[in-house]
């Protein structure tokens, strides 16, 4: 097993992990990040755009990118598993399970492989709302920015078309996994979140019909290098949308579900309202809501300014069904109206569930001490100095808070790896 | 350094397939007499690695020019040690996004080839700037919870620490408190306040000297060497810090101003503050009669989410509420408590403790509009409100409210001292024989108030028109950036919060200012510009002290001596270069950037008699990746666009427009960031200066017969690169309907 030494070991490459990783290393340490996809920028990745200033995400992580490219200090491995952390502040011992790639550093990014591969499989990228290669590149600014060949998609029979077609001997059928020894002075836990999913909450009819999404998949249709190039439609049939419902807490502020709230959703609810209504200036926004959570100054200003659009409609009341019109195929939505008393239905094109944010934290082989509670975010006693839990692993939080967060947390591990000298 | 050149063209990745590599190469050993010149069927590989790293140990090459990909790629690969590098972008500029083997891509090649070569002519390594010493410690600005967070967090990564607290003991609002919200999971029970050993820790910690009943008199200096005047109340002291912190706080809503709620006219009525202080000293008792409460009706956004008062939400009222219903009941579980909502906030787990509320039948929550509050019978009161659930309006009888004021920052300036220092300004203005402007308002950090600094451009850290007097941070990824460098703000006088999220927000202040000691002390720049180690040069001998360059930048970094000369306080400056493209003398470049460089670079373009020849000038963070994003779609673009990456529009000298267009190119388009409010630019106004300055050129360019329109400013999101070869194209169909540049005959 080889072995590599840092400072500080960020686990997770998303907005946490690469604030926290950069943020200590420009304060001197050296800092190797783990992500388990083959790219980093984890969820923010994945955005349209953030909430309240609607500015791209891609602006931020290209200057984070760049911070992680020429600091010599950085380093990162992708498509990483931890397998075990051993050892306590100041030394501790992780083994970590390198996955292939089937791509070598020799790839240029010519896309040769993903035009000559005969594979298509649902892009997890756009939340499986198109089809990509097996051999592939998330979007035009994938970092780092260098091809994958996804095993599992791939057809045995194909003769190894990709490896054929690359004129760099980039690519690598037979490339084995590999685990590798780290050493590090502290550890960040940046490990993220995943959209609860939408299945398991029976009376809001995800799966019934492909024009009930998730918030994750509105951002994916919305995005300019989603799967409609930005062109909000409806799953079903391509049709633009008219009327659009939005149900807040699907799966947050439930017991039979996420007990907590996850911050986020009402403001990115209202953000995908703006997408709407940019788009098409008669379409209707319905947004149905226990409390609208929008802290703050810039937040409750966004709010503000939603709110004041006539054509969206916000209605205080939990939602009781979510179903197809069997007739129309529109989809009905029907709630209780606190408000105006009694009871509401609404027919509309297109219903985005706001799903809540689970941490993944516990998916990860922890040492014993760090518990897990029965929300599912990390609770790290006082005493266990060394490990530290940022963002989303921590509590729900938005990015701005992640980022506060995550540079709060590169504190605590350069406190730990102990001051320059 | 003596420049040994080496050009390297890669032919790979389908170069080789769109231009002519013998005739790039002969434009570099003919026309620029490049000694060393070669070429690799894939230059990234290791074969074509070691034809450069050979070069530079065998034949002494120590500029390297690589004609190859994006400089965004293969950065690892395309780095010597040493050397200066130089990256001409071939595939994603010509092979990816021009026709192939036409006589207009190949020369738009041959001109990235000669604008390359320039342009590592022009260049120089970097020599830090560093300074002769340097003061480690972090000042720290206010006492209470977040900065004495933030001190702990200093000392304890080995840094000393000077606090300085205006009030006599440490603590601030957290002090005062008679619980504290649970700080953990479960997140349920109310907690005892744990200030006081937060409070012990720090003024036992060896590294944190507290300042108590003091302020800050001044602050002057820069990162790595502040030097700080404290007024104590045993007379003036002296420090010196390399980075300071400030966590000045916040102040109830002035209660006062709630007439409609009751307060001032009913003693019954009370603040949340002074609930705290009832709830400290034992039973919850109403101040009219001394009686115990045992209806208590809590008021929520008293003051906030008010376009009349606060427009904002305080954020910590709804928890502070819940915390003090709970008091009402652990004191006496008789007693019933009433909140009065429009929406309650407990984001996050803190829904959690929320719930536990929900769950206890002595607390009663009704959303709703509060219409009024008015007195009952025997020192009661009562609240109206409306639309509650099902629409109803409803009286709800209590013998005390309290009244959930919010937040206002320290940092906020009321609108009454403001207006009194602008007539003083004014005044100070006219007297030294200025024209003030009556209608300007008068920018709040320009009142001193709580930093004091000795800054050209004011004492105080600027804030965000639209942030109501928080010093929030513009960028949601990066949530500590100030105008002001090495000056950190943390806690709620940059948002709204409560204490838990204090303590969490002072910690990456402390990383900050740690960061930008450490950063300093090696000669490199902070955020966001971390790994550059060039700084502006200034030639002062040619400087006309016009000082547009002090008042443009935005970090205040450039002051002026006696004589009104500016010069740069080097460790303050963010390398934006903001003040390259204000001087109108052209004194101030970089070791890799510079008026000289580009106006050469310009020059250095083959300009024929005919055919449209047009400079592109991009942002290097959004524009440029919005434009290799393009290309990676294989997106096609015109051939007459030469692009140039600046560190940011704000480098725009309008020189390079007269030295663009007077060696006959025909026009220049300049993509950069948007501007305005929630501006996208990382250096705050480059675009829009940038902007600024070409309103200013449209007089000279109608003298020289030349229609404005030839230069164009777009503002292009990094994200919106599907949209660049429209929005290109129709640039280049604009400028080809003019005539052509009158000056390509000169």
Known sequence: MSEQETNILVIGGGISGLTTATEAAEAGYTVTILEKEPFLGGRVSRMNKYFPKLCPPSCGLEINYRRVKLNDRISFLTLTEVEKISGQAGSYEVDVKLNPRYVNEKCTGCNACVEACPVEVPNDFNAGLDKRKAAYVRSEQSFPFQYVIDKAACKSDCGAKCREACKYGAVDLEMQAETVKIKAGAIALATGWKPYDAKKIDNLGFGTSPDIITNVMMERISSGNGPTQGKITRPSDGKEVKKVAFVQCAGSRDENHLAYCSAVCCLATLKQITYVREQYPDAEAYMFYIDIRTPGTAYERFFNNVKDDENVKLIKGKVAKVSADPATGDIIVEAEDILAGGKIKVQVDMCVLATGMQPTVSEMKLPSDIKINENGFAVIGKDRKGIYAVGCAKDPVDVAKSVQSATGAALKAIQTVGRLS | MEKKYGVYICKGCEIADTVEIEKLEEVAAKEKQIPVCKTHDALCSPEGLDLIKNDISGEGVNTVVVAACSPRVKYKEFSFNGSIVERINLREFVAWTQEPKTEDTQALAEDYMRMGITKAQHTELPEPF?????????????????????????????????????????????????????????????????????????????????????????????????????????????????????????????????????????????????????????????????????????????????????????????????????????????????????????????????????????????????????????????????????????????????????????????????????????????????????????????????????????????????????????????????????????????????????????????????????????????????????????????????????????????????????????????????????????????????????????????????????????????????????????????????????????????AWIADALSSGIDGMVLIGCKFGENYQCHFVKGSELANERLGKLQETLGRLQLEPERVELIQLSIQDYDKLPEILAEYVEKLEEMEPNPFKEF
Not at chain 2, 164 to 175: I, T
Not at chain 2, 441 to 458: A, M, S
């Open chain 2, 130 to 654: 560093m300074l002769e010493e340097i003061d480690k410690a972090v000042l720290v600005v206010g006492g209470g919870i977040t900065g004495m967070t933030s001190a702990l967090g200093a000392a304890e990564a080995g840094y000393n620490v000077i606090l300085v607290e205006k009030q006599a003991e440490l603590g601030g609002w957290a002090a005062k408190m008679h619980k504290q919200l649970p700080q953990s999971y479960p997140f349920e029970s109310i907690e005892e306040p744990t200030i006081k050993a937060t409070i012990d820790k720090v003024t036992s910690h060896s590294n944190i000297k507290v300042y108590t009943s003091s302020e800050i008199e001044k602050i002057a200096g820069f990162p790595g060497q502040y030097d700080v005047s404290i007024k104590t109340n045993g007379g003036p002291e002296q420090a010196k810090a390399g980075a300071v912190i400030m966590a000045a706080g916040w102040r109830p809503y002035d209660a006062n101003k709630l007439e409609h709620l009751g307060y001032g006219t009913n003693p019954n009525v009370i603040t949340n503050v002074q609930m705290e202080e009832i709830a400290s000293s034992g039973k919850i008792i109403r101040p009219s009669d001394g009686r115990e409460a045992k209806k208590v009706a809590f008021i929520q956004c008293a003051g906030s989410r008010d376009p009349g008062h606060l427009p904002y939400c305080s954020s910590y009222c709804c928890l502070t509420s819940l915390k003090q219903a709970k008091y009402v009941r652990e004191k006496n579980p008789d007693a019933m408590a009433y909140i009065l909502y429009k929406d309650m906030r407990t984001p996050g787990q803190y829904e959690l403790f929320y719930k536990s509320m929900q769950n206890d039948p002595g607390v009663m929550l009704t959303k709703g509009e509060v219409t009024g509050v008015s007195e009952a019978s025997d020192g009661n009161l009562y609240v109206d409100l409306k639309d509650t659930f099902l629409g109803e309006n409803i009286r709800i009888e209590a013998d005390m409210v309290v009244l959930a004021t919010g937040m206002v920052p320290n940092t906020k300036i009321d609108a009454e001292v403001l207006a009194e220092w602008k007539t003083k300004f004014d005044e100070e203005l006219k007297a030294s024989g200025g024209k003030p402007d009556p209608n300007a308002p008068l920018e709040p950090h320009k009142v001193p108030n709580i930093l004091n600094l000795e800054y050209k451009q004011g004492p105080e850290l600027p804030v965000l028109d639209e942030a109501y007097g928080f010093n929030e941070s513009n960028y949601i990824c990066f949530q500590y950036e100030t105008r002001r460098t090495g000056i950190y703000t943390a806690g709620s006088v940059r948002q709204p919060m409560h204490m838990l999220g204090s303590i969490e927000d002072a910690l990456g202040a402390s990383l900050k200012a740690i960061q930008c000691i450490e950063a300093t002390a090696k000669g490199f720049s902070v955020h966001p510009r971390a790994w550059d180690q060039t700084y502006p040069e200034v030639n002062l001998q040619k400087c006309t002290s016009c000082k547009r360059c002090t008042e443009e930048c935005p970090f205040g970094a450039i002051e002026e001596d006696e004589k009104g000369t500016p010069f740069h306080k080097m460790s303050r400056c963010r390398r934006c270069g903001t003040c390259l493209g204000s001087c109108p003398e052209r004194v101030i470049n970089f070791k890799d950037f510079s008026i000289g460089m580009m106006s050469s670079m310009f020059k250095a373009m083959d300009v024929p008699d005919e055919g449209l020849r047009l400079i592109g000038l991009v942002c290097e963070n959004d524009a440029y990746p919005a434009l290799d994003a393009a290309a990676i779609n294989r997106e096609k673009w015109s051939n007459a666009i030469r692009f140039i990456p600046v560190r940011c529009l704000g480098n725009l000298n309008l």
